[in-house]
């Protein structure tokens, strides 16, 4: 379609894509960005230049918390992995060692990327993550390593991932 009518037709509008729906619902992705510079009172990650990232805060730095450390603070994950199995159990430091590899890398390069929980539960251990982006990366991890049975369910109601490993 050319001409005067290609903006008024549904399929040619831009920024329709269902994925980019959803996050802007997320609550924890602010729809405005806090005033720059801000500085995370939290884990001290600072807000410049349009992301959180890694650094020193400027003298005159808002205070604000950052969308991890709210998550965290108001105890709602963005994903949960849960492990179990034999395998599992036999094999729990070396899998958890690689988790938190897994945590350390990506909250090296990206603030808001990290594990916000890690417990036992009814002979699973349950990690929980503040953001879908490790969850899956944890996830796919274990399951590149250890291969297993990796199941991945995403609700769009709560918004939460589950990951589920067992071997």
């Known amino acids: 379609m050319t001409g005067p009518h290609k903006h008024t037709d549904p399929s040619h509008q831009p920024g ?6 959803e996050h802007v619902q997320d609550p924890y992705l602010s729809r405005g960005k806090p005033p720059e510079p801000a ?4 884990c ?18 808002h205070a604000h918390r950052c969308p991890a450390c709210q998550r965290i603070h108001d105890r709602v994950p963005a994903g949960e992995l849960v492990l179990e199995g034999d395998f599992f159990a036999a094999h729990r430091d070396e899998i958890t ?9 990506e909250k090296g390069e990206h603030p808001l990327e990290r594990i916000m ?3 036992d539960e009814g002979g699973r251990h349950v990690i929980t993550f503040t953001s879908q ?11 590149h390593a250890y291969q297993g ?14 990951i589920h490993w067992r071997r």
């Open 44 to 61: 001290g990650a600072v807000f410049h230049k349009g992301r959180w990232q890694w650094g020193d805060a400027p003298e005159k730095a």
């Open 97 to 105: 060692h690689l988790i938190r590899h897994v945590e350390t890398r």
């Open 16 to 21: 329709r894509d269902r994925m980019y729906e």
């Open 117 to 119: 929980e890690a417990h």
């Open 133 to 143: 982006h490790i969850t899956r990366g944890a996830g796919d991890a274990v399951h």
């Open 149 to 162: 049975k990796l199941e991945i369910h995403a609700s769009e109601k709560d918004g939460l991932l589950r």
């Open 39 to 42: 500085a995370c009172p939290d």
